[in-house]
């Protein structure tokens, strides 16, 4: 199993920019890629980005394409989002999930996830 620790988030006006960060221990070996999702008020739960821990490749929503980018540092076990030009639309409790096991699938599904953070609360004010 993998645990994951989220931190970054806060209150930020809108055109600004956040750095989410996402910690993972345990059995970290087992990670065969990382995933942002988050959730806002009222709404389900959406895909923001992904990257597969050893090939890099990266996936994006097109909401934030352009605007946030995914990245993994492999030698801390962590995982960023750069959230840049941050609209109101963007406010949201984000969520990291890892992988543990190998797919041929796209990393885009929730389903493809089998650890998940607590969240951490990003605010965009206009």
């Known amino acids: 199993q993998v645990q994951l620790v989220e931190s970054g988030g806060g209150l930020v006006q809108a055109g600004g920019s956040l750095r989410l960060s996402c910690a993972a221990s345990?059995?970290?070996?087992?990670?065969?890629?990382m995933g942002w999702f988050r959730q806002a008020p009222g709404k389900e739960r959406e895909f923001v980005a992904a990257?597969?821990?050893?090939?890099?490749?990266?996936n994006y929503a097109g909401s934030v394409k352009g605007r946030f980018t995914i990245s993994r540092d492999n030698a801390k076990n962590t995982v960023y989002l750069q959230m840049n030009s941050l609209k109101p639309e963007d406010t949201a409790v984000y969520y990291c999930?890892?992988?543990?096991?190998?797919?041929?699938?796209?990393?885009?599904?929730?389903?493809?996830?089998?650890?998940w953070g607590q969240g951490t609360q990003v605010t965009v004010s206009s």
């Open positions: 999930a890892a992988r543990d096991r190998p797919t041929l699938q796209t990393l885009v599904p929730q389903y493809q996830y089998q650890n």
């Open positions: 345990g059995r970290t070996f087992s990670i065969y890629g």
């Open positions: 990257i597969n821990w050893s090939s890099g490749a990266t």
